[in-house]
Each structure stands twice: as C-alpha cells, then as structure tokens.
C-alpha cells in the first residue's frame, strides 16, 4: 500500500522525466526484495498506457553500510546496468534516476520486462524445460562480458570498493561480529577461508549477486541480470561460486548452477567468451564463501528488523535461513553423520486450547482465508507470515531436546559445566583468536549435530538438511 503524497510525487516524475509518459495510472509494490522495494507502475501513454518499473530502497532511505554490508547506492546501480546494457549483458533500459527534489528518496525507473525471475519457477515450470539445458552456459557468457568492462574508461573504478579475497572474508566476518549472536559454524566456516584464500587475482567487475532469481528469463534464455546493489571490483569468480551455492538451486541439489545446469556448461561459456581457463578449486572457495556470506546476511535482515526502517514479517523469516547456509557449509567442509533428536509431547496436554493449536489455527487463517482474499505483497506475506508460525510449532517440538543436546556437547567439548550462552561465546572466541583449531577432537560432529538439528527446526525441506541427514 502506497499513500496518495507518494502517488502524486510518482505521477509529477514521470510526467516531467519520461518522455512520452504523461503521468501516473496505478503503482504496485510487488512481492520480492527483501533488501530493496521494487513497483509495477501504469503510466499514461497518450490514449494508451506503458507498463514501468521503480526500484527504491526501502522506505526511501539511503542504506546504512553496517546493516547492508557493500552498497554502491542506487544510482550507482543504475549506472551499472547502463553500462552493462552497452556491452550486451541483457538489462532493461533505465530512464530516470530519483533526485532529491523528486521527493521519493532513492531509485530509479526503468523499463518494464515481461518474463520469469522467480527462481524455483525458473527451475520446475514445464514452460522453460527447453530453455534450462542452456542456462549455465549463457550464464558463463553473461559473466565473462560482466567481468571484462572496462572499469577506468566507465568511471566505475572511481564508484565501487575495490576488494581482495582477504578482505571481502574479513569485511564479512566483522560484520558478524557486530551482531549479538553467537553462531560457532560461521566461526568455523570463517577459519577455513583465511586459511584456504587463493591467491589474489586481477580485480574485476562483480555483480557480487548474480544467481538464479537474479535474472530474468523468457522461453528464449535470460532477458535481464537484475539486482546490483552489491557490485565491487573483485575477483571474479566470486560471481561464478555465487551461482553455485545451494541456497540458489531450489531444491535441485543435483544440478549445481542454479538448480538447472552443470559446472562444465557454466565454465564453458565463460571460458568460450573470455579466452581464461576457470579454475574449479577457486570457485569451490567462492562457493564455500557464498555460504558463509549468505548465513550472515540472513542474520543481516533479523538485525534490520530490530533497526528499521522495513520491519516486515519477511525479514525475522529470512533470519531465520541463516542455519541453512550453515549446514551448506557443514555439507561442503565437514560432511558426516549426524543424530536427530526426538521430538516433545505438546506441554500442557490438558490445556484447552492448547499453545500449538493456538499457533496452527492462526496459521490456517494466515493461508487459508487471507491468502484466499488477497493478492501481491500481502498475499507473499501472509505466506511468510505461516511459514514462521511453522517454524515456532518445530521449535515447541523440537527446540528443548535440541537445546539440552548441544548444552551437554558444549560442555563436553569445552570440559566445564558453564551455561549454554556463555559456553557458545567460549566456542565463538575459540574459533575466532584461534586457540582452538579446526581438527580440535569432537568439534565437527558438535557442529554438525547442532546446525543440523537447528534446520530441522528452521526448515527441514531445505536440500541441504536432506544431503546432511542421508550420510
């Protein structure tokens, strides 16, 4: 929902910035974007009417650096994609970017495309069974025509932070220190990349984001790369193990680039369109990395929740993906068995109604009668909104076993009897100032029972639960 201050603003921008645009019909704010707002917009065409796209950051505001991590700013994206349109990255047009006397904050309007950008649709929709064997090498392409921009002659190497392997480990890592949590596979995960960082390469553009439901595609291939808003000058193949990483396959754990294509497909368009060889041991490094930058930007929305200025049902939910990205990384650096514990019986059975039927028939509502009364973001959100009453329900089942198992391996590991927080903060020091190293006796299987079990909790039909519980 938009206020009328906000439609006559949109309506005075258009009719004074787009050109054959004569003012404002009907603006939706759309489902996706967790990180930035993005509108459908009908504009008055003559007699007819033209269908535009806003992308804004949220409320308004400008991003804070602590809450977003790297963050060029939205003019600065849009001249991203201005400048990768000019070389044949597939982009929509962009025709204004807000000013400050526009009074609707930060963005920019661009041109409206019709196509898929919903990456499990991308993946499952019989509509693009043809298109999908062709995907990972398109996206090889796409990359190695990113990658080769000329940074000086576009003035981007003037717009965007230049960072190394080493650094863009640590700028993440110390953003993660910055939250009042501690998450012991994210230390850990941490360690193995200072620890295995390769060596530093010729710093390229990077779209730093570029992923399955990033881009857009149509029954022909992708038709746009989306979402800039953490592009750097980097290594390169940071963008490669990006697609990789399992958070982006939906589910097709078995097909590695974006859940529709194989690694080979997706070296080779790159290797066909730069002349460079890729090195798979570099990608798996960034793929690794992927999963580790993921789990702390997922902690990243709970944080934005608790500061604003978007405190939305989505951001709490997305907090809460962060052990999926965590047990990505247990699946990649140390894979094995891990024991599940046995679920509760509801507390107080005799109560009438109890907690979790109180829980379930607020979640029934959610998808059932607004879900069936409602339609865009309110509809998206309803469903998210279920999604974490599913998620308190596990916890009520599961959460205290879980907790009492991993309290009892704290102790064991760490030999004191202390309480659960204080012992996971000894963990976290440990892991972090390095006194306790990677191959410490018991350390793997602790943290691979503790994040399994914690998906379990969060979402048990995530892939990587299924990979870590067949072991």
């Not at 949220?58 to 700013?73: D, F, I, K, N, S």
């Not at 047990?327 to 009438?352: Q, Y």
Request: hydrophobic share 40%; charged share 25%.
């Amino acid at each position: 929902m938009v206020d009328a201050d906000f439609n006559a603003r949109l309506d005075a921008v258009i009719a004074n910035h787009l050109p054959g645009c004569d003012g404002l019909i009907a603006v939706e704010r759309l489902s996706g974007g967790a990180s930035q707002e993005t509108y459908r917009i009908r504009a008055k065409a003559g007699a007819g009417e033209r269908l535009l796209a806003m992308r804004r950051a949220p409320g308004g505001l400008a991003p804070q650096a602590e809450a977003t991590g790297v963050h060029p700013g939205l003019a600065v994206e849009a001249q991203l994609m201005q400048v990768a349109r000019s070389v044949g990255v597939p982009e929509p047009e962009v025709f204004h970017v807000l000013e400050e006397e526009d009074g609707l904050g930060e963005g920019f309007l661009m041109e409206w495309l019709d196509g898929e950008a919903l990456g499990a649709r991308i993946v499952r929709s019989p509509e693009f069974e043809s298109v999908r064997p062709k995907l990972a090498f398109e996206c090889g392409r796409i990359l190695a025509r990113i990658h080769a921009i000329d940074l000086r002659a576009t003035g981007l190497d003037q717009a965007l932070e230049s960072i190394t392997p080493a650094e863009f480990v640590e700028q993440t890592w110390e953003r993660y220190r910055q939250f009042p949590t501690p998450q012991p596979m994210i230390d850990y995960a941490g360690r193995w990349l200072i620890d295995h960082l390769p060596d530093t390469p010729d710093l390229k553009l990077v779209h730093n984001d570029f992923r399955n439901g990033n881009f857009m595609i149509d029954g022909q291939g992708i038709i746009a790369v989306l979402d800039w808003e953490v592009a750097h000058i980097g290594d390169p193949m940071r963008d490669l193990g990006w697609i990789c990483t399992n958070s982006w396959r939906f589910g097709r754990s078995d097909l590695p680039v974006g859940g529709f294509g194989h690694t080979a497909d997706l070296f080779a368009g790159y290797e066909a369109e730069s002349g460079q060889p890729v090195d798979p041991e570099r990608v798996r490094f960034w793929e690794v990395f992927g999963s580790f930058w993921w789990a702390i930007g997922c902690l990243g929305m709970a944080e934005h929740y608790r500061s604003g200025p978007d405190q939305t049902v989505e951001r709490p939910a997305i907090g809460r993906r962060s052990s999926e990205c965590q047990v990505d990384c247990v699946n990649l650096l140390i894979p094995g068995p891990a024991e599940l514990v046995a679920g509760e019986e509801p507390t107080a059975a005799s109560e009438m109604p109890r907690l979790d039927e109180l829980l379930i028939s607020v979640r029934d509502y959610l998808r059932g009668d607004v879900m069936a009364e409602t339609s865009g973001r309110t509809n998206f959100l309803a469903r998210v909104a279920g999604n974490s009453l599913d998620i308190v329900l596990r916890d009520l089942d599961l959460g205290a076993p879980h907790r009492q198992a991993e309290h009892a391996r704290l102790q064991a590991l760490l030999g004191t009897d202390d309480g659960m927080e204080a012992l996971r903060w000894r963990l976290v020091h440990a892991l972090r100032d390095g006194s306790m190293p990677l191959d410490h006796p018991g350390l793997a299987a602790h943290l691979r029972a503790t994040v399994v079990n914690q998906v379990a909790i969060d979402q048990p039909k995530y892939s990587g639960f299924k990979t870590a519980v067949a072991r």
